[in-house]
């Protein structure tokens, strides 16, 4: 087991700020809105949002909820919530707790939708998470999540992972692998039918992504992920040096203000 501070999944300290204002409005709002739309809402109807980080499909999912359902958003990083609970405001559908995916405290049959935007990549153990998807979802109930494709169809990340990499020639850090390192479609779902669902269903999505600069967008890319600590630990002092060099090289691809790019992504469906 990793060291928590090193861990993909330490999600911890500073790195929430980072994520929501810089990488949000860039990368992960326009998927989510994409996902949120995919969702069909019905009465009474109970949703679990996973790996719910700041809550930027939180926010959607309650626009979209029906007066009478019913939202619990989970992270396993109790800063996350934190600042999605200051984000939001309170709604009385919402329910914000500290969850591990692949040990759900939830009873059987529980929630009549599953959710999770880019965050079934970190799980360690894919096909367990999923088992217990399909444990607390009822009969009928639907599976839906997005995956990033690899590296080869997201420029934005290449770049932030090759120029991060280059001050580490030695031993570089590995974090983006994890992300963008799990969209084979047979694969995945291939995982979903052991894990218990039916009729799984992939659609490929491409949707382009605007940042104000490409310099406020390399902020999120060096400081709004776990590799800010692995940077933080190995080469002290080295954050605005290496957040240059990215915020450069991203210019080169998309310009430098404003800073444009294209996001695919694969859309996973699924019925239990």
């Known amino acids: 087991m990793p060291d928590k501070s090193t861990s993909d999944q330490a999600f911890t300290g500073a790195i929430p700020r980072f994520y929501d204002r810089h990488l949000g409005p860039v990368i992960f709002a326009p998927c989510a809105q994409d996902l949120v739309a995919?969702?069909?809402?019905s009465p009474r109807m109970r949703v679990l949002e996973v790996a719910c980080g700041t809550g930027i499909v939180t926010a959607k999912l309650c626009a979209r909820l029906p007066a009478d359902g019913r939202l619990v958003a989970t992270d396993l990083n109790q800063a996350m919530l934190d600042h999605g609970k200051s984000a939001l405001p309170a709604d009385p559908r919402l329910e914000w707790r500290v969850a591990d995916a692949g040990q759900l405290p939830f009873p059987d049959a529980a929630f009549d939708a599953w959710l999770c935007q880019f965050g079934v990549m970190f799980f360690p153990d894919k096909l367990a998470a999923l088992r217990e998807a399909r444990r607390v979802l009822a009969p009928g109930g639907r599976l839906l999540f997005n995956v990033w494709c690899d590296f080869g169809q997201n420029a934005f990340a290449r770049i932030a992972h090759e120029t991060i990499a280059g001050f580490f020639p030695a031993?570089?850090?590995k974090f983006y692998l994890t992300p963008f390192g799990w969209s084979d479609e047979r694969v995945i779902a291939d995982t979903l039918v052991a894990?218990?669902?039916r009729a799984p269903v992939i659609d490929k999505i491409e949707l382009a992504a605007t940042s104000v600069a490409a310099d406020d967008f390399a902020l999120g890319l060096v400081h709004g992920n776990p590799?800010?600590?692995t940077i933080a630990e190995r080469m002290p002092g080295a954050h605005d040096r290496i957040t240059?060099?990215?915020a450069a090289a991203l210019a080169r691809n998309g310009g430098a203000r404003p800073w444009?790019?294209?996001l695919r992504a694969l859309v996973v469906q699924a019925q239990a």
Do not use: N, S
């Open 38 to 41: 995919r969702l069909r809402p």
């Open 171 to 173: 031993d570089p850090p």
């Open 195 to 197: 894990a218990g669902f």
């Open 227 to 229: 590799i800010a600590l």
């Open 244 to 246: 240059a060099a990215v």
């Open 260 to 262: 444009r790019g294209t």
